[in-house]
Nanobody, 118 residues
Framework: QVQLVESGGGLVQTGGSLRLTCKAS????????VEWHRQAPGRQRELVAR???????TYADDVQDRFVISRDNDEKTAFLEMNNLKPEDTGVYYC????????????WGQGTNVTVAS
């Protein structure tokens, strides 16, 4: 069964850091572009960061210079390093990735909760 599993969420104080992990498993030929999305309480899901298969990254304006997205193609895993966290970063963080199985399809993880206390 092909799936994405996120981990690393939790409760942190303002100014703290967390590192989220998104791991693909199953019969996967390769991991394509990976995105991290955030859904804050009562709000729509929004794109936070994206990394291409070749490592090119882009960020939402409000996380630029605080978050870093990275990947390990051999391990079919992506990461989101979140620094200087703010209460407005609170939400459920979802990983979305293109997986070749061998055809290319989008997959979503189940999400991991991040709570930043003020």
């Amino acid at each position: 069964q092909v799936q994405l599993v996120e981990s690393g969420g939790g409760l942190v104080q303002t100014g703290g850091s967390l590192r989220l992990t998104c791991k693909a498993s199953g019969n996967i030929a390769r991991l394509g572009a990976v995105e991290w999305h955030r859904q804050a309480p009562g709000r729509q899901r929004e794109l936070v960061a994206r990394i291409s298969r070749t490592g090119k990254s882009t960020y939402a304006d409000d996380v630029q210079d605080r978050f870093v997205i990275s990947r390990d193609n051999d391990e079919k895993t992506a990461f989101l390093e979140m620094n200087n966290l703010k209460p407005e970063d609170t939400g459920v963080y979802y990983c979305r990735a293109t997986l070749w199985t061998p055809t290319a399809d989008y997959y979503w993880g189940q999400g991991t909760n991040v709570t930043v206390a003020s």
